[in-house]
């Protein structure tokens, strides 16, 4: 037994001295570390930690660019099989087209070149407008605003485009300072002829017809007399027949009676403004011509626009861009004769086109909603002249002096 004692406690004494001597090796083995003011063990244990877990992230990383551009291939696949297939299909993202527009923009402001008046219009007349055919035209006039000769060419619908909303007749009026409203527009339902205007024409009518019936009897040979006053009896008859009928036509002719029609010269200049206010917005909107003539009653150009870049799009209806941009040229005359005159005489005929071309909209609209766009047209129509201000006066002078639509378009592009 004390054998085994003295056995055991040589073993206990070696392993003691064993595990002696290697804690002093660990602590020797890093002393020098220590010197150096280095970290604890467990604080130099905390980075082998973070390499561990950077090397996942980092190969997340890797994984998400690779399905990026596995995405980025897969969409220009699907790209190019739609082009293949003739169909209009945009696969790019939102980041994408924004990232496109913006490259575009800045790509036409770099090229974009300061033409003179006479360049501008020897490159404008290189375009045929006098075929009225609407895709030549669109696809000539692309081309010099692609190589940056022409700026202000479908410069309404790039950024933001035309995107219409809900205008009220207050909104309208304020956004243009009081200038632009549905009294001015003659769309707010008021009419140039009052109820008194009417009563004093009918008194006007029946005292004119008696004097002039009593006048024929007793100034004329009998029989001759006789059949005067009989027919000057009629008119007070045939008056209230038409007037209860037809009220725009008396009232037409009580306007016209009263001198309420402008002044020749003034007439001539509302003209002017009228159609270069046409002519300014449908060129910004991207509409082709479809005619320009001279030969009017009133001896100025007068321009017609075709609905869409395709030309008279018979046999489709029309697209809310479409209309969008029709709205704008449609109440751009009259807009522009508010802004000269105080009030437009000029845009009746301007409405009811565009009530038919409403009827032609692929989306239904209903009053409220046409009203609104017809609203939004005044409203962007009035931003654009504002905008271009001494362009829209160098075309009304082009128009005055009757040039040809390349010296119309040069006096917008040129400087």
Request: proline residues 3%; hydrophobic residues 45%; contains cysteine.
């Amino acid at each position: 037994m004390p054998k085994t004692n003295r056995s055991s406690t040589r073993v206990s004494a070696t392993r003691a001295a064993v595990l002696a001597a290697a804690a002093a090796g660990s602590a020797q083995a890093f002393a020098p570390a220590a010197s150096f003011g280095a970290a604890p063990p467990r604080a130099l244990s905390r980075p082998a930690g973070r390499g561990l877990a950077a090397a996942p992230r980092m190969a997340a990383n890797d994984e998400v660019e690779r399905l990026r551009a596995a995405a980025k291939k897969a969409r220009e696949e699907a790209q190019a099989l739609s082009n293949e297939l003739g169909k209009d299909f945009d696969v790019r993202s939102d980041k994408e087209k924004a990232a496109d527009r913006e490259a575009a923009v800045a790509a036409a402001a770099a090229a974009a070149k300061d033409l003179t008046a006479e360049e501008a219009a020897s490159l404008s007349s290189t375009v045929d407008f006098n075929a009225g055919n609407a895709v030549e035209q669109n696809m000539q006039l692309d081309a010099l605003r692609d190589s940056g000769d022409f700026v202000l060419w479908k410069s309404a619908s790039k950024d933001q485009g035309l995107r219409t909303y809900p205008v009220t007749l207050q909104f309208l009026e304020s956004r243009t300072a009081g200038k632009v409203n549905g009294e001015s527009l003659g769309i707010s339902g008021e009419m140039d002829v009052s109820l008194e205007d009417f009563k004093d024409a009918t008194i006007a009518v029946v005292l004119g017809s008696t004097a002039l019936a009593i006048g024929s009897l007793a100034l004329l040979p009998e029989n001759v007399g006789a059949s005067l006053c009989y027919l000057f009896a009629l008119i007070p008859v045939l008056y209230i027949g038409v007037g209860s009928t037809a009220p725009g036509i008396i009232a037409g002719a009580i306007a016209a009676l009263r001198g309420s029609a402008d002044e020749k010269s003034q007439l001539n200049d509302r003209i002017c403004r009228h159609e270069a206010g046409h002519f300014l917005c449908g060129y910004l909107c991207g509409l082709p011509i479809r005619s320009y003539s001279a030969d009017t009653d009133s001896g100025f150009p007068c321009v017609e626009f075709h609905p869409s870049a395709e030309g008279d799009a018979s046999g489709r209806e029309l697209k809310k861009e479409e209309l969008a941009a029709l709205s704008v040229v449609a109440m751009s005359g009259s807009v522009a004769e508010a802004l000269a005159f105080g009030q437009a005489k000029g845009g009746g005929n301007d409405l009811l086109e565009l009530e038919g071309l409403f009827r032609r909209s692929e989306e239904f609209l209903g009053a409220q909603a046409r009203q609104d766009l017809t609203r939004w047209g005044a409203l962007t129509a009035y931003n654009l002249i504002q905008k271009n201000q001494d362009k829209y006066e160098k075309l009304v002078e082009a128009f005055k002096q009757k040039k040809s639509v390349a010296e119309c378009v040069a006096a917008i592009e040129g400087r």
